[in-house]
């Protein structure tokens, strides 16, 4: 298994709270990816990063920042949790982001992330 | 609208039996991935499909890339409990600029003893 641990693993705050998710990958790999995955939605791109303080959003980025400070470390801050964004959260991480035909995503086990 | 499209949905099959689901797109897509995804894990990939036509067999598992680059299926010979998970598809569109992957929506699949 790629040495991807995402912490917490589950977590529930309250509406308008900030929340970190962490993704910490020991592959030093330069790709880095935050996914979340709702029922009826799939897998959608929050934001990923392509190297040390190189990130940029994807499909559904409002509500989210990201940081990367070292190449092992993603985070994922919600500044003020919605209900909305109650999802099960997945880090991945991939060696050639822009040759992905020649090298997959490999997945850390998600945050379960519950706002009430 | 789903740029990739996944079918069916749901399916639930008695152990032995074989099946197959789809995943169809309107797009050209250069390389298109299966992942299975067990509860409470990420998914893992399986197979990556680069070129028309291709098809690769992984024990019971064959999987195809259709001729035009727009299509894959998934056929699983003699099914087993041990196949039972959320199986997705995703790809790179040709010529977009980008490489992000797209992800369909998953078939769920459960094969029961």
């Known amino acids: 298994d790629a040495g991807i641990t995402q912490s917490p693993r589950h977590k529930v705050t309250e509406t308008g709270t900030p929340v970190t998710l962490r993704c910490h990958q020991t592959?030093?790999?330069?790709?880095m990816y935050w996914y979340r995955q709702d029922p009826g939605h799939g897998l959608r791109l929050i934001h990923y990063?392509?190297?040390?303080?190189?990130?940029d959003k994807g499909e559904v980025s409002d509500g989210y920042s990201v940081s990367r400070s070292k190449t092992e470390d993603f985070l994922l801050t919600l500044e003020s949790a919605t209900s909305s964004q109650t999802s099960v959260y997945f880090c991945?991480?991939?060696?050639?982001?822009?040759?992905?035909?020649?090298?997959?995503?490999?997945f850390g086990n998600g945050t379960r992330l519950t706002v009430t | 609208t789903q740029l990739l499209e996944q079918s069916p949905q749901f399916l639930s099959i008695q152990e032995g039996e074989n099946l197959t689901v789809y995943c169809n797109s309107s797009?050209?897509?250069?390389?298109l991935q299966w992942y299975r995804q067990e509860p409470g894990e990420g998914p893992v990939l399986l197979v990556t499909v680069v070129t028309g036509g291709e098809v690769k067999k992984l024990k019971r598992l064959t999987f195809q890339f259709g001729d035009a680059r727009k299509d894959s299926s998934l056929h699983i010979t003699a099914a087993q409990p041990g196949d039972t998970g959320l199986y997705l598809c995703a790809g790179t569109v040709a010529g977009a600029g980008s490489y992000q992957l797209t992800f369909g929506k998953g078939t769920k699949l459960s094969v029961i003893p």
């Open positions: 592959e030093n790999h330069r790709y």
């Open positions: 991945a991480i991939s060696e050639q982001g822009d040759r992905p035909r020649y090298s997959p995503l490999h």
């Open positions: 990063s392509y190297g040390v303080k190189d990130t």
């Open positions: 797009s050209v897509f250069s390389s």
